[in-house]
């Protein structure tokens, strides 16, 4: 990829405004909550989530995705125990931004911690703890429209039902009869597994753990981004029944995503034995990254 400048590499002042972006169109049901439980959103913030997704729609080519996966499903970049990419994935806040309340560890132990009480399996809890991990993509240097957004499949038509559709009038593939069609490189109801979703830490994580969990968990890793689907079926056509069975678990995991910010913040070593317990049952000693 040609040399992005400092905004194109980073639109969002932190990767976790995308997340708030996604909280903002499919807020809680139910009762509202309060409203100065959630971030107050003001116009600048508004403006880098809409340039972060100009960038990502414009840039997220079946090229990009085929050239992403030859490098980082390599793993050659760090390799360490479980725990400690945990820690080094929470090297990733922004000081220019102190208004964030959370940061990554903390969001990933109040969903573990969601799941954990509603009495899940306790790999649906190990789930929900490691399910941002790929974000590390970030200190690898990836742009934030490579780690994070909504992910959507490339090689075919770019669904309306994504949000901003507009903005795919700028991606090359929008113009290349290969991929512009409904189909484009694949077939009616192909299955997920056969194709290609947009790059980000969803993919990467489930490439990282595709050996050692559940079929289920995996595919809460893999598509817990995929908005357009489990919010919107805007693709059923490529889905096959078995990804339709399977989309149950995702659709069971987005609430504890979305939906988990506690005022109460979670302590890192009271919950560390647990967590480096299940790690222990279910992953390797160490991650390769
Ligand atoms: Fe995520
Ligand atoms: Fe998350």
Redesign the pocket.
């Known amino acids: 990829m040609k040399n992005l400048t400092k905004s194109e590499l980073s639109p969002l002042k932190s990767i976790e405004e995308w ?1 708030d972006d996604v909280l903002k169109r499919y807020p809680e049901p139910g009762p509202a909550k309060a409203k100065d439980e959630f971030r107050n959103y003001d116009s600048p913030e508004i403006d880098g989530v809409r340039e972060f997704y100009r960038l990502n729609h414009k840039y997220q080519t079946y090229d990009n995705v085929l050239a992403k996966k030859a490098n980082f499903l390599k793993f050659d970049k760090k390799e360490m125990p479980w725990w400690s990419a945990m820690e080094y994935l929470n090297t990733l806040i922004d000081e220019s931004d102190p208004d964030i309340s959370l940061d990554q560890l903390q ?2 132990l109040q ?1 573990s911690e969601a799941i954990r009480a509603d009495g899940h399996p306790d790999w649906f809890v190990l789930t929900g703890f490691i ?2 991990l790929g974000k590390v993509l970030c200190l690898f240097g990836e742009p934030q429209w490579n780690v994070v957004g909504d992910s959507f499949p490339v090689g075919c038509k770019f669904s309306d039902k994504i949000v901003y559709p507009e903005f795919f009038a700028a991606n090359p593939d929008n113009h290349d009869e290969r991929f512009n069609t409904k189909y484009g490189v694949y077939t009616h109801q192909c299955g997920l597994d056969n194709i290609h979703m947009s790059w980000g830490h969803d993919e990467y994580l489930y490439h990282i753990t595709k050996n050692y969990l559940p079929e289920e968990a995996l595919y809460m890793i893999r598509y ?1 981004s995929f908005y357009s689907q489990h919010r919107e079926n805007a693709y059923d056509h490529l889905l096959n029944a078995h990804d339709k069975e399977m989309f149950k678990w995702v659709d069971k995991f987005n609430p504890y ?2 939906y988990s910010k506690s005022p109460v913040t979670p302590v890192v070593s009271e919950l560390k034995p647990y967590y480096e317990d299940l790690i222990a049952k279910y992953l390797p000693p160490k991650v390769k990254l």
Do not use: E, V
């Open positions: 997340d969001h990933l969903t399910h941002d817990h995503d979305l």
